[in-house]
Each structure stands twice: as structure tokens, then as C-alpha cells.
């Protein structure tokens, strides 16, 4: 298996944190193209800042990131930024930045826009959008870069049902269309990890307390073996 990114006995500590406090402690985990790992906890338990390790946004204290040569990430962030452009710009903004020249970077960033059901807002200011828009703009800012790893922060958070449905399929339409390509997503729904992830790993504190398929991880005997505190919160999750 071509692992994309090793993670070795990885502490972070954040520059607000004070005392002794980690982030994250100790964190080992490899990821091979192809993976969809979903990462779940409770709130603070370390998910977004796992993510934000693997974009290279944190620096471990301990610990070491090892990436494969030519790697490339896209993120999508808990809360969208938008910048003060419009919706195409926005988008296309990123393709620029990595060094698609700007005619083929509004033209990838219309197709990508489209994919997400956004062309008609394209020349809307990317701020003016509501939340649940801004996430799906961000989803095509990501899915347009075409990453070799895909990063998601929790991406149907704030959005209703049938936004919900639609981003899955585009994560859903990404593997297929990357399978050397991995995708890592944090979410609290359990369903849906049910429905797109192979792999499941479970933080509490900062660690890393199970790491299983995603069949062990949704049979209770089985989760309750490997790890009881993931037993546990899988169990308050799905009441
Ligand atoms: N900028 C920061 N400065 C200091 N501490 C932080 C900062 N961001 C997060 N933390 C702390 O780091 C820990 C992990 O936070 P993180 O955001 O990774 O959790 P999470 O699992 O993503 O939670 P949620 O489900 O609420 O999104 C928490 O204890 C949090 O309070
Ligand atoms: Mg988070």
C-alpha cells in the first residue's frame, strides 16, 4: 500500500494552550491512498487540530510528520473564510495561488461550481452567502484542486438535508474519481461515517484511542473489546 502520510508518536501544543496540555499526544497513524478515514470524538477532543497537522498548518512538539514527495492537500475548515471577492474569484483564487494560470483557474473554478449546484451565484460576493453556501463554495475550492489527500472539517455541519445529501455525494464522487487519492473527514454523524468511511478513528483527549475498520467500529462487541471509552461514546452518539 503507497502510504501518503506517517504520523509518528505526534504531540501538538497550541500557542494559547497553557501548562502542560496537549493538543495532541502522542499520535501515531499512516495513511495510504485510496483510505477514507472519518475522525470522531467529542467536541475538543483533537479533531480539527489532527486535521490541521496533516495540512502542515501545526508543527508537532514531539513526534514527526512524514509526507510522501509531490503530496498535495486541500482543506475544508470547520467554519468557512470567505474573502472579500466573488464567488468564481474565490475559487479560482486558490487554483492561482498553486500555479494554475488564471484563465484555466476560473474555468476549473466555474466546472467545480457547478459540480457543488452554485454556477448561478458566481458573481455573487462570496460573504454575502449563507453559511451552508459558503461550505459548499469551500467544498469546490477543495474538490477543484484536485488534492492527493483530502482534508474535511466536519463538511455538513450546518447544512439541511438535502445540502447534506449532496455534499456526500460529491466526497462520494471524489474517491471514485481520485482512487489514488485519500480522503480524512471529521464528523459528530455517525451515519454518515457509516456511509463513507472505511476506516474510523476515535480521539478522546487528544489521543488516539481506536483505529479500526469501519465494520468493528459499528459492532458494538467488537468496539467495546478494542476500546470501551469509544464503546461509550459511540453508544451516546447513536441514542
Ligand atoms: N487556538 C487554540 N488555542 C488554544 N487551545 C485550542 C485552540 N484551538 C483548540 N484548542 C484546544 O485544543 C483541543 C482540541 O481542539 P479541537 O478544535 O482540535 O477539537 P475538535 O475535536 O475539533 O472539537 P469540535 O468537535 O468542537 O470541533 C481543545 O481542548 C481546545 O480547547
Ligand atoms: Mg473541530
Known sequence: MTQLLVIDAASVR?????????????????????????????????????????????????????????????????????????????????????GTPWTGARARALLALQRVGLAKLADQAARTLSVGQQQRVAMAQAIAMEPTLLLLDEPTASLDPHAKREVEALMEDFVRAHP????????????????????????????????????????????QSRSPNAHLFAQGELA
Open 14 to 98: 497550541l500557542s494559547a494552550q497553557t501548562g502542560g496540555q496537549l493538543a495532541l499526544q502522542q499520535v501515531s497513524l499512516r495513511i495510504a491512498a485510496g483510505e477514507r478515514i472519518a475522525l470522531v470524538g467529542a467536541n475538543g477532543s483533537g479533531k480539527s487540530t489532527l486535521l490541521r497537522l496533516f495540512n502542515g498548518l501545526l508543527l508537532p512538539v514531539a513526534g514527526r510528520v512524514h509526507k510522501r514527495d509531490g503530496l498535495t492537500q486541500a482543506m475544508l475548515f470547520q467554519r468557512p473564510h470567505m474573502l472579500r471577492l466573488s464567488v468564481l474569484r474565490h475559487v479560482a483564487l486558490g487554483l492561482w495561488l498553486r
Open 180 to 223: 489514488q487519492a485519500a480522503m480524512v473527514f471529521a464528523s459528530h454523524n455517525l451515519g454518515q461515517v457509516k456511509r463513507l468511511a472505511q476506516r474510523v478513528v476515535y480521539l478522546e483527549g487528544g489521543r488516539v484511542l481506536a483505529d479500526l475498520p469501519v465494520a468493528d467500529f459499528f459492532n458494538p462487541i467488537v468496539l
